[in-house]
C-alpha cells in the first residue's frame, strides 16, 4: 500500500477531529472517563498520534501522561500506585504515553524486572482493569506497530535531526537488538490481558499518517454514540469603534524581524 499523501490524509482527519470533539462535549456533559493507552515498538508513533488528537481539544479537559522511570520510593509502592493517581476524573480525557504495561514490555526485556514481577503483572493486570471498567472508565488500549526496517529509519532520522534527537534516549538504542524479543513480550502480554473487559487493539503505523486514521476511527467508532447539542453563541455588535491597546507602565518588546 502506498504512503498516504498529506492533502488526502488532512482532508481525512478534519471531520473525524469534529467527530472526537463532539465526543469530547458529551463525555464533560455526561461526566464520563475516557483512558486511552497507546503502547507499541519505539519509534512507532505514539506522539505524533497523541498530537494529533489533542491539536483541537480543550486543554484544560484532556492530560497527556507519560512518565518518567519510577523514583526509589515508587519502586517500592505496589506496581500500579504510581499510575492510579493519574487516571480521570468525572469530564476528563487521559491519554497514556505508554502505561503500566513498561513492566511488560522494555522492563522485561531489558532486564529491568524479574521473571516473577513479570509473571505477577501479567496476572495482576487484568483484575486491575476490570476494576477500572466496572467502575465506569471507558478504557482503550492500542499497541502500535512497525517492521525493524521502518524502526531503523526513523531512528536515523531522529539522530540527524536536532529537533528530533531528544527522542532518542540510550535505551532505544539498546532495543534495537531486541526487536524479536519485544514481539516474544507482546504476544505474552497479549495473551495474558487481551480480555472482552478491556481489549487490546494492534494498529500498523508503518505509514504513519494512516496508523492515525485506522487508530482514530476505530476509537471514535467504539465510544457510545451519544451527541450533546454544541452551543451557540451570539456576537453582538461593539457599542462602538474596536479600541487600539494603550500601553502605559510597560510596552511590548521590538517586534521580530528578520536578521541580514
Same mark, same amino acid.
Given at each position: ?8 490524509? !488532512?482532508?481525512? %482527519? ?19 472517563? $475516557?483512558?486511552?493507552?497507546? !503502547? ?18 480543550? +486543554? ?31 469530564? /476528563?480525557? @487521559? ?10 514490555? @522494555? ?9 516473577? =514481577?513479570?509473571?505477577?503483572? $501479567?496476572?495482576?493486570?487484568? &483484575?486491575?482493569?476490570?476494576?477500572? @471498567?466496572?467502575?465506569?472508565? $471507558?478504557?482503550?488500549?492500542?499497541? &502500535?506497530?512497525? *517492521?525493524?526496517? !521502518? ?5 536515523? =532520522?531522529?539522530?540527524?535531526?536536532? %529537533? ?8 532505544? &538504542? ?5 526487536? /524479536? *524479543? ?7 502480554? $497479549?495473551?495474558? +490481558? ?19 486514521? +485506522?487508530? &482514530? ?5 467504539? %465510544? ?9 453563541? =451570539? ?9 487600539? =491597546? ?15
Amino acid at each position: 500500500m502506498k504512503p498516504l499523501k498529506r492533502k488526502t490524509y !488532512e482532508a481525512a %482527519l478534519a471531520p473525524m477531529l469534529l467527530e472526537l470533539d463532539a465526543a469530547a462535549r458529551w463525555i464533560r456533559h455526561a461526566g464520563m472517563r $475516557l483512558l486511552v493507552v497507546f !503502547e507499541g515498538r519505539d519509534t512507532a508513533g505514539k506522539g505524533g498520534m497523541i498530537k494529533a488528537m489533542t491539536e483541537h481539544l480543550d +486543554t484544560r479537559q484532556f492530560r497527556v501522561v507519560a512518565l518518567p522511570k519510577p523514583s526509589e520510593r515508587e519502586r517500592s509502592q505496589w506496581y500500579f500506585q504510581r499510575y492510579v493517581a493519574h487516571l480521570p476524573a468525572a469530564g /476528563e480525557i @487521559v491519554l497514556m504515553d505508554r502505561s503500566w504495561y513498561n513492566r511488560a514490555g @522494555v522492563e522485561k526485556v531489558m532486564g529491568y524486572a524479574s521473571e516473577a =514481577e513479570v509473571a505477577a503483572f $501479567l496476572q495482576q493486570a487484568p &483484575l486491575f482493569e476490570k476494576l477500572l @471498567v466496572d467502575d465506569g472508565i $471507558l478504557l482503550f488500549k492500542y499497541w &502500535l506497530t512497525c *517492521d525493524q526496517a !521502518e524502526q531503523e529509519a526513523r531512528l536515523a =532520522e531522529r539522530r540527524a535531526d536536532p %529537533l528530533k534527537r531528544w527522542k532518542l534516549s540510550p535505551v532505544d &538504542l539498546a532495543a534495537r537488538s531486541h526487536y /524479536e *524479543d519485544y514481539t516474544r513480550a507482546r504476544e505474552a502480554m $497479549l495473551k495474558a +490481558t487481551h480480555t472482552r473487559h478491556a481489549p487490546w487493539t494492534l494498529v500498523d503505523f508503518n505509514d504513519q499518517r494512516r496508523g492515525r486514521l +485506522t487508530l &482514530l476511527r476505530h476509537l471514535l467508532d467504539h %465510544l457510545p454514540d451519544t451527541r450533546v447539542p454544541e452551543p451557540v453563541f =451570539e456576537l453582538p455588535p461593539l457599542p462602538g469603534r474596536p479600541a487600539r =491597546e494603550r500601553f502605559g507602565v510597560l510596552k511590548p518588546i521590538p517586534a521580530w524581524r528578520a536578521r541580514g
